[in-house]
């Protein structure tokens, strides 16, 4: 029953996370950099104390009783992660929906669920399982075996684009003018690899998470106080960037343009942000479940990944490809989907 539950909840997280950039779509005549910063606010600064406040007492008393080590560690992962979370919002931009998700977050996948255990091998902690303990167990190497799937399943998604683009430029309708396969795969790969730094925030926070428990929080909602620190390290990277595309675009005044529809604009950036908060909502359910190992995070990565391929279809962003691409970038996706298959068995045992 647990952990029935806590699929449960990554899924509704990963729905949600999978979900978050079509409101951005409805934004009108705003630049990129004005949207996302203020979705961002929402993302990062406004709706995470607002959980915490709802869901953990005395949140700001834990923050502040924190070894500073402690908190500096988890804003510094915060501000890597910060960096994926921009090259994000790039790769899909030049990938489209499905194919810059499912690369971005297989990536994600991949070094989310093994960069812990490495970390465990040098800094032994009671109850985490290390690199070398996987190695030793029928289940960790199940665990990396489903790594390894996950890994040639991001090859095979590649490979589709590479069929894409040549489709494209064939002759086939083209339905995403952005497309440009080189630019998307660096960005992919960059943003895949900084975005699971996100996990080793969640890792790094856990002395709070497990203070805010013994201060009587529900383990469901232990990770909100967690949240408050982490992103304050993206909001940083985030802000710092907006704020320098929006003066070198002299975009800076899109946020007061009365030509534009600000109410509406800041409507669905503030949904988009909170959409976006609501995934991690989520998944620290989900993890308090499962436990924060390889299974949790894959599994999470796996329902964004499938709710962005729904809105890539939706978005007909496949739509000119010949049969054979489609049908490799299916293939790419079921080895993904099948990696968490493999990763799951091989974290019950």
Request: proline fraction near 3%; charge should be neutral; hydrophobic fraction near 50%.
């Amino acid at each position: 029953m647990e952990s029935l539950l806590g699929i449960i909840f990554h899924s509704i997280g990963g729905f949600s996370s999978g979900s978050f950039y079509m409101p951005f779509k409805k934004v009108k005549n705003w630049a990129w950099e004005s949207y996302w910063l203020v979705g961002g606010f929402f993302s990062w600064l406004i709706v995470p104390p607002i959980a915490a406040y709802l869901t953990i007492p005395n949140f700001p008393e834990i923050i502040a009783a924190a070894a500073p080590s402690i908190k500096a560690f988890t804003f510094s992962m915060g501000l890597i992660w910060g960096i994926g979370g921009l090259t994000y919002g790039l790769g899909v931009r030049y990938l489209g929906m499905s194919l810059g998700n499912s690369i971005i977050l297989g990536f994600c996948s991949a070094f989310g669920a093994l960069v812990p255990s490495i970390y465990y091998d040098f800094n032994p902690t009671e109850g985490k399982i290390s690199f070398s303990d996987m190695l030793a167990s029928t289940g960790g190497q199940l665990v990396l075996l489903g790594v390894a799937v996950c890994l040639v399943g991001i090859g095979i998604s590649g490979k589709a684009g590479i069929m894409k683009e040549k489709d494209l430029a064939g002759g086939h309708e083209n339905k995403d003018q952005d497309f440009s396969l080189v630019k998307g795969l660096i960005i992919a790969v960059i943003s895949g690899i900084l975005s699971s730094f996100f996990n080793y925030g969640i890792e790094a926070g856990k002395p709070m998470a497990e203070q805010a428990v013994i201060n009587g929080c529900n383990p469901l909602f232990q990770n909100n106080v967690t949240y408050i620190v982490l992103l304050w390290g993206g909001l940083t990277t985030n802000f710092i960037w907006c704020i320098y595309l929006n003066f070198k675009n002299k975009t800076i005044g899109d946020y007061v343009n009365k030509e534009t529809p600000i109410t509406k604009n800041v409507l669905f950036s503030a949904l988009a942000g909170t959409m976006w908060f609501l995934q991690f909502f989520f998944y620290g359910m989900g993890e308090s479940k499962l436990g924060n190992g390889a299974s949790s995070w894959i599994l999470h990565m796996a329902t964004i990944i499938l709710t962005a391929n729904f809105w890539g279809f939706y978005l007909k962003e496949w739509s000119g490809v010949s049969k054979s691409t489609f049908r490799t970038f299916i293939y790419g996706i079921g080895l993904i989907m099948l990696s968490i298959v493999i990763v799951g068995i091989g974290n019950s045992l």
